[in-house]
């Protein structure tokens, strides 16, 4: 079965540089959430879009601003990196229904040097 | 605000026997989704089990089982028949059904260790 694909797997930024995160669902679902795991960390919601339209915000930094496409596929963008940016970013995608399991991607390992 | 809590960040199973790893969940919802997801060290996140509030019987796929006990508001996973496979953290998460916050809130985590 497909699962959810995210791109790049890994990446390496110096501060203050700029990273583009994508995300491509499982086909058919509707909707995407991004995750950060630091360190050592448990998951924290960043953000999810439902339909292409932003459903809920969690703790996201200002810097931070993503998107839901027409293909429903979404971008991350990351400007001004700090080294604290360092984590795990994963996505999540799910079909809105009555029990709406999330299955996660890979993840994107991002490194801030 | 709805906090989920992982009281054991490190437990340790012989291969072939049974653990149970523990959660508790603070919430004033009446409905909601309860999971239970694994992270080897690959990180992928996999998802083992998951419970809906409203359903008494507990869920189980295969070896992993659950005891959901709403009113005490506990989670508990239980893993028979342990193997070596099974060596992963642990993250308990919690979810409400409706409304605009689909997010999933998530444990500490449980490190499992898996001895042969």
């Known amino acids: 079965a497909a699962g959810v694909i995210q791109s790049p797997r890994h990446l390496i930024k110096e501060k203050r540089e700029t990273a583009t995160l994508k995300c491509y669902p499982i086909?058919?679902?509707?909707?995407v959430y991004w995750y950060q795991q630091g360190p050592g960390q448990d998951p924290q919601f960043l953000i999810s879009?439902?339909?292409?339209?932003?459903?809920d915000k969690g703790s996201i930094p200002d810097r931070f601003s993503a998107q839901q496409f027409s293909d429903y596929h979404s971008e991350l963008n990351m400007s001004s990196l700090e080294l604290g940016d360092s984590a795990l970013y994963f996505c999540?995608?799910?079909?809105?229904?009555?029990?709406?399991?999330?299955?996660f991607g890979p993840g994107t390992r991002l490194l801030v040097l | 605000a709805q906090t989920v809590t992982q009281s054991q960040p490190e437990m340790s199973v012989q291969e072939a026997e049974t653990v149970t790893l523990s959660c508790t969940y603070d919430?004033?919802?009446?409905?909601?989704?309860l999971f239970w997801y694994k992270q080897p060290p690959s990180r992928q996140m996999i998802l083992v089990i998951r419970q809906e509030a409203y359903k008494q019987q507990n869920a189980t796929e295969n070896r992993f089982s659950v005891n959901f006990q709403k009113a005490a508001k506990s989670f508990s996973l239980k893993i028979s028949d342990s193997q070596l496979g099974d060596a992963a953290m642990y993250f308990c998460?919690?979810?409400?059904?409706?409304?605009?916050?689909?997010?999933?809130?998530f444990g500490s985590g449980t490190q499992l260790t898996v001895l042969p």
């Open positions: 998460a919690y979810r409400t059904p409706s409304g605009s916050a689909r997010q999933l809130t």
């Open positions: 086909p058919r679902h509707d909707t």
């Open positions: 999540a995608s799910s079909l809105v229904a009555a029990v709406e399991t999330q299955y």
């Open positions: 919430t004033s919802e009446s409905d909601y989704y």
């Open positions: 879009f439902y339909e292409k339209m932003q459903s």
